[in-house]
């Protein structure tokens, strides 16, 4: 980065990545608490019972037995995601505050924090 714009610009896209990251993160974790609430439900019922299931749009009737170990396999799934996007997210906020401190960037917050004292 040559000037001064640049700068800020090269922190503005680090902060917009880190709120897309954020978003992704808190979607995946809805979507994992959900596979975790249908795997609480359909652990304790009978294995032979129907359960429903929606794939592709298309809700096709399987028994628990069938179902459970998908929604198990897709919740560890998940867990990676969830984990991976939260190492992610770590490591660019260490990447912007080290460029924050780099360039003593400051937000308007803090500007106005340091005016009133």
Not at 10 to 29: D, H, P, W
Not at 71 to 86: F, I, P
Request: glycine share 2%; aromatic share 4%.
């Amino acid at each position: 980065p040559k000037n001064e714009q640049e700068i800020v610009s090269a922190y503005r896209q680090m902060q917009s990545e880190m709120q897309g990251l954020i978003q992704n993160l808190t979607k995946v974790e809805m979507e994992r608490n959900e596979h975790r609430l249908v795997e609480e439900t359909l652990t304790p019922l009978d294995p032979d019972r129907r359960a429903f299931r929606l794939v592709g749009g298309v809700l096709v009737e399987r028994t628990v037995r069938e179902v459970l170990p998908t929604v198990k396999e897709h919740r560890a799934n998940l867990d990676a995601v969830v984990q991976n996007l939260k190492d992610k997210l770590d490591t660019k906020q260490k990447e912007a505050a080290a460029w924050k401190a780099k360039y003593n960037i400051k937000t308007q917050e803090e500007v106005a924090a340091a005016s009133r004292q």
